[in-house]
């Protein structure tokens, strides 16, 4: 069945620490995106992608890096500059322009913690 | 910018009761607007969206919206809850060039037996 995976799970990280939360989807969706989800804060955007080799900052980018360099994956990078990065992260991806109707289909999710 | 208001961040009805969760949304042209559902630690699941056509929209376990575009509104209905129902429902909307989707914050249904 088509989907979008998330791997791993949980992550733990140390501070000062890089860490790559991995996002790879079978729907042969152009776009891909990443949003951080914390407590009463809703989704917010932190990257998306709309080509192979290309993507745009969204809302929160700062500390974090992505890289798009085959169309079923994303992964995103949560670096040392990112002040406070335990939040739960999910992955999403669509079709592109007014395929959006059919919504996005997102991950399971990665719940990532600094310790 | 589109944006997107959600009123009530925790409701809380008895099983077997109505359920109406509100949601506003801000955009210059006919948005495309979605009804999402997150259990805990799970990613999100469509409910149901609105792009055309009927103002009242059927989606899965039973959900309904409406788009009353006087009101800027895209309100979820069910006529009678169940416990699983339990869980985190975020509104949507997506428009402009790039149809990327904006959230509202979420409102957090709990079901008392």
């Known amino acids: 069945d088509g989907g979008i995976t998330q791997s791993p799970k949980y992550l733990f990280r140390k501070e000062g620490q890089n860490v790559t939360l991995s996002c790879e989807q079978n729907l042969n969706h152009d776009a891909m995106y990443w949003y951080r989800q914390d407590p009463g804060q809703g989704l917010r955007l932190i990257y998306y992608s709309q080509i192979v080799n290309d993507f745009q900052k969204g809302d929160i980018a700062e500390g974090y890096s992505v890289s798009r360099e085959k169309k079923e994956s994303f992964p995103l990078t949560v670096t040392s500059a990112q002040k406070n990065p335990t939040a739960f992260y999910l992955c999403?991806?669509?079709?592109?322009?007014?395929?959006?109707?059919?919504?996005?289909?997102f991950g399971s999710g990665t719940r990532l913690t600094v310790v | 910018a589109q944006s997107v208001t959600q009123p009530d961040i925790h409701i809380t009805v008895s099983e077997g009761a109505s359920l109406e969760l509100r949601c506003n949304y801000s955009y210059g042209a006919t948005p495309y607007l979605f009804w999402y559902v997150q259990s805990p630690g799970q990613g999100l699941q469509l409910l149901l969206k609105y792009f055309s056509g009927d103002t009242l929209v059927q989606g899965i376990k039973g959900f309904e919206a409406e788009f009353k575009r006087s009101q800027s509104s895209f309100n979820l209905r069910k006529p009678s809850v169940h416990w699983s129902d339990a869980a985190e429902y975020f509104c949507?909307?997506?428009?402009?060039?790039?149809?990327?989707?904006?959230f509202g914050k979420g409102t957090l249904l709990t079901v008392n037996p």
């Open positions: 999403a991806s669509s079709t592109l322009g007014q395929g959006v109707n059919y919504g996005y289909t």
């Open positions: 949507a909307v997506a428009g402009g060039s790039n149809y990327k989707l904006t």
